[in-house]
Every structure is written in structure tokens, then in C-alpha cells.
């Protein structure tokens, strides 16, 4: 059987995906990609999931991009083949019900960068460094760093990245809204357990429901995401977790969902 490249650790439904090619800097190549979609569509299934963690093994890098070695001899079918399975595969990530949360431990390069755009949250270490340096290699991004990069930071600061394909440090990935939190390393992982405990803490379906409502609204006019997000409102108040919700807070106690 092959290695694994990816580990799974399962802590009551907070889930932590590990890309583990350490040595190519967790480079995506289609193994892995195969690997993390086979995951995904069983997490998907899971009613008892309540977060995911995506990140990189080792201390230098999250992802530093697609496979270049390998997509060095591709022929445009070939790319267009690996670029679709790799937009598959993201966009399972980015559609998963619960939050995701990218742990960017180092590099976050080209298909990096467009994992961790895929993501909820992404919380970086104080030495990440971030960028679509595609031009350099003289492609241009192909795992959807064009479409959600500016959907992220805007169209400027966007093409500003993908055009000159520099990098930038932590510091500047959250000004521009590029990560949510950056953090000093040693910190990150107590970090991303806090995190991971809020976000499991709070009522299952209403955090469901509110990533729904955010990325459907997303891509809908002003008025029919409004609407979405009143369907998804009332439908909190048909289960039992808004009732919980709201008599812990009438009886001063903290709410069991
Ligand atoms: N693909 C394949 N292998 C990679 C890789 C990648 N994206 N990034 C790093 N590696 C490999 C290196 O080849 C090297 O392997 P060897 O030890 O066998 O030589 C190993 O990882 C360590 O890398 P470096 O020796 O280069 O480490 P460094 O500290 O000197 O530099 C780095 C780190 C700046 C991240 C540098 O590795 C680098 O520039 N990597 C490429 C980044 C990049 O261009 N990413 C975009 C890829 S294209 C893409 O992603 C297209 C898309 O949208 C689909």
C-alpha cells in the first residue's frame, strides 16, 4: 500500500488534515489531491463534524504551491486536466458545511495560497510568507488564485500578486485581509485549538447555517440573499438548539448543544 500524504486526527469531530510531503514543502501533486478528496467526501457525509483544520507538516512551509516537478512536462490537456481536479477538490473544501480553518505554519505559495483562499479562516505564523508566484514560472495561477484573490483582497491588490508575483510576509497578508489572524509560531497550535473549541462550542446547525448563508449569499443579489438569510433564521427556530440557546441565556447558564 502507498504512504499516506495526508494525516487525519479526528478529536470529537474537530478534524485536522495534515499534508505530509515535507520534503517537496507539501507541494500538491495529484496524489495528494486524490488523497484529500477521497477525505472530503467523507467528511461531508459526517453530521457530527463541527470544524476543519487544514494545514501543512513541518515547521517550513504550508503549501508551496502545485507540483512543479510534475506539472513541468504537462501538455494543456494534461494541465487543464490537473487544474481541474484540483478546483474540484478545493471547491469540496470550500463547500464543506462547517468552518474550515487554514493553519499556515511557513511558506503559502501559489496552490498554497489557493488552498487557504478556499478556507474560512486562515490563521498564519508570525514568519508565513504568502504569494501567487506563477508569472514567475510563466503560467499564471491555475488552482483559482484569479478569481479568489480579488474576491478576498480586491481587484488591485490582486493583480498586484498575480502580476509581479511577489511575496509578502504575514504582517501584509492580514492588512489586506488575506489571513484573519497572525500569530507568533510557538503560539499557533494553542491558537488553533482555541479556535477550533469556540468554533465547536457554539450550536452546530446555527454555525452552519451561517456559513451558508454567507457563501450562497455571496454569489446572489442584495435582496434573494436576504431572503436566504431569513429562511435559514426561521429554520434555526425549528430545532431544539435555539431553545437552548435562548433559555441558557434566561437562565444564566452556559448552553448545551
Ligand atoms: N513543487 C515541487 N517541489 C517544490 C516546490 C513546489 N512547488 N516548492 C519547493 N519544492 C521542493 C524543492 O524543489 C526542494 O526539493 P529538493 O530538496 O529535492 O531540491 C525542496 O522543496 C525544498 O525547497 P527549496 O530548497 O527551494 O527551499 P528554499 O528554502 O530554498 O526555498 C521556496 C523555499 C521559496 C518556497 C522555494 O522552494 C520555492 O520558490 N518554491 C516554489 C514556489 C512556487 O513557485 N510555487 C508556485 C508553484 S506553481 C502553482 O502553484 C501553479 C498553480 O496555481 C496551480
Not at 159 to 164: F, H, K, N, Y
Not at 228 to 248: I, Y
Amino acid at each position: 500500500m502507498s504512504e499516506k500524504l495526508i494525516e487525519m486526527v479526528d478529536n470529537a469531530g474537530v478534524v485536522r488534515l495534515t499534508i505530509t510531503r515535507p520534503k517537496a514543502l507539501n507541494a500538491l501533486n495529484s496524489a495528494v489531491l486524490t488523497e484529500l478528496e477521497a477525505l472530503l467526501t467523507e467528511l461531508e457525509k459526517r453530521s457530527d463534524l463541527r470544524a476543519l483544520l487544514i494545514t501543512g507538516a513541518g515547521e517550513k512551509a504550508f503549501v508551496a504551491g502545485a507540483d512543479i516537478t510534475e506539472m513541468r512536462t504537462k501538455t494543456p490537456e494534461e494541465a487543464r486536466a490537473f487544474a481541474s481536479q484540483a478546483l474540484r477538490t478545493i471547491k469540496r473544501l470550500e463547500t464543506l458545511p462547517v468552518p474550515v480553518v487554514a493553519l499556515v505554519n511557513g511558506f503559502c505559495l501559489g496552490g498554497g495560497c489557493e488552498l487557504a483562499l478556499a478556507c474560512d479562516w486562515a490563521v498564519a505564523s508570525d514568519n508565513a510568507i504568502f504569494g501567487q508566484p506563477e508569472v514567475l514560472l510563466g503560467v499564471i495561477p491555475g488552482f483559482g488564485g484569479t478569481q479568489r484573490l480579488p474576491r478576498r483582497v480586491g481587484p488591485a491588490m490582486a493583480l498586484d500578486l498575480v502580476t509581479t508575483g511577489r511575496k509578502i510576509d504575514a504582517q501584509e497578508a492580514l492588512r489586506i485581509g488575506l489571513v484573519n489572524r497572525v500569530m507568533p509560531q510557538a503560539e499557533l497550535e494553542a491558537y488553533a485549538e482555541e479556535l477550533t473549541k469556540q468554533l465547536a462550542g457554539n450550536g452546530p446547525l446555527a454555525v452552519r447555517s451561517a456559513k451558508q448563508a454567507v457563501h450562497d449569499g455571496m454569489d446572489q443579489d442584495l435582496d434573494s440573499a436576504l431572503a436566504l438569510e431569513t429562511s435559514l433564521f426561521a429554520l434555526g427556530f425549528a430545532g431544539s438548539e435555539q431553545k437552548e440557546g435562548m433559555s441558557a441565556f434566561v437562565e444564566k447558564r452556559k448552553p448545551n448543544f
